[in-house]
């Protein structure tokens, strides 16, 4: 996602997984970032998370809970996201990884 003027943008990029299949010849897609925009990166192991219920956490959550968010800092975002998904889940094992990046241009 990208959150730039109070808008939040997704990112879909095409392509393979990078490191997956050896010398993948990547498409180049191109996005107009300016000052205080936020970049949230992420892998599917947050989106694909499971509750009790087998309920995904899904991308509608994810983007109603930086929509919350827009003026926080990337650590608060970052605190806030990672501690949604675990009262999601609670104490269900998730056996994807969880990676989240969250980049602010000043």
């Known amino acids: 996602y990208m959150l730039q003027d109070n808008t939040i943008t997704i990112l ?8 997956f299949i050896p010398d993948y010849d990547f498409l180049l897609e191109t996005y107009s970032i ?9 892998t599917d192991g947050i989106i694909e998370a499971e509750n009790k219920k087998k309920e995904l956490y899904g991308e509608k959550r994810l ?3 930086l929509a919350e968010m827009q ?15 675990e009262l999601w889940k609670k104490e269900i094992d998730h056996n994807d990884d969880i990676t989240l990046i969250v980049i602010e241009i000043p």
Request: net charge positive; charged share 30%.
């Open 34 to 42: 300016e000052k205080n925009t936020k970049l949230i990166l992420y």
């Open 71 to 85: 003026n926080d800092s990337p650590e608060e975002i970052t605190k806030t996201i990672i501690k949604d998904l």
């Open 63 to 65: 983007k109603n809970l």
């Open 12 to 19: 879909n990029p095409k392509g393979s997984l990078v490191g």
